[in-house]
């Protein structure tokens, strides 16, 4: 590891504690919990993803925009963990900073990035639109959509229907242990999509789009 890339490992996981606490002050805020383990939980993911960007992403401006990316997944995961809301202020900004930082890629082609934010969005929207209507409850929120534009806006549009397989393979995964912990009554219980909606994002980001066949 070269010394530049020393530095910046160290830079990151240091920021990360402040980045952490303000996670947390968030994740207080729009869910009213006041939970030490979860405090712990979202500092300590905070200095994760920045330790594991500072090791995949080079030290430059796109490990700066890696690691807000990374800490506004944390808390909006923690968010929608607890209270099943992802709200449109760390959103909404989180859109805006994708479409800004498409600008500045190796590819240059935000008009990628701005029709994948307009593309995640309305397709999370109409599938949760097809579901309440179908079933007469809601199964997505509005936050889910939102969630879908920022990852649009930071990938483009090309990338959406990786991110979206990816993080649907992770909630199955997920109730998939539940049910073998719980029981089946899982199956009924309300699940927070933006959390592998999230790490979807947040590894297709760092990786890219999976490449089978050398196909990717």
């Known amino acids: 590891m070269s010394s530049g890339a020393t530095f910046a490992l160290i830079a990151a996981a240091l920021a ?83 479409l800004a930082v498409s600008i500045f890629l190796p590819e240059h082609d935000p008009i990628a990035h701005v029709a994948g934010a307009a593309v995640g969005f309305v397709l999370l929207y109409a599938i949760a639109e097809g579901y309440c209507r179908l079933r007469d409850r809601e199964g997505l929120g509005l936050g889910d959509a939102k969630l879908a534009a920022a990852a649009g806006a930071w990938l483009g549009w090309q990338a959406l229907p990786w991110v979206l397989l990816i993080a649907c393979a992770i909630a199955f995964v997920c109730i998939g242990i539940g049910i073998i912990a719980r029981g089946r009554s899982v199956l009924h219980q309300q699940i927070a999509f933006g959390v592998p909606l999230c790490l979807a994002l947040w590894l297709v980001w760092l990786y890219g789009v999976p490449d089978f066949l050398g196909v990717g």
Do not use: C, H, K, M
Not at 42 to 62: F, Q, R
């Open 16 to 98: 990360s504690l402040p980045a952490g606490w303000l996670a947390v002050l968030f994740a207080n805020r729009e869910t009213g919990s006041s939970d030490a383990a979860l405090r712990l939980q979202i500092i300590g993911a905070s200095v994760l993803v920045a330790i594991w960007a500072a090791l995949v992403t080079p030290p430059n401006y796109v490990l700066l925009a890696t690691l807000v990316l990374g800490w506004t997944l944390v808390a909006l995961s923690a968010i929608d963990y607890v209270s099943f809301r992802l709200p449109d202020l760390l959103t909404l900004p989180l859109i805006a900073l994708g």
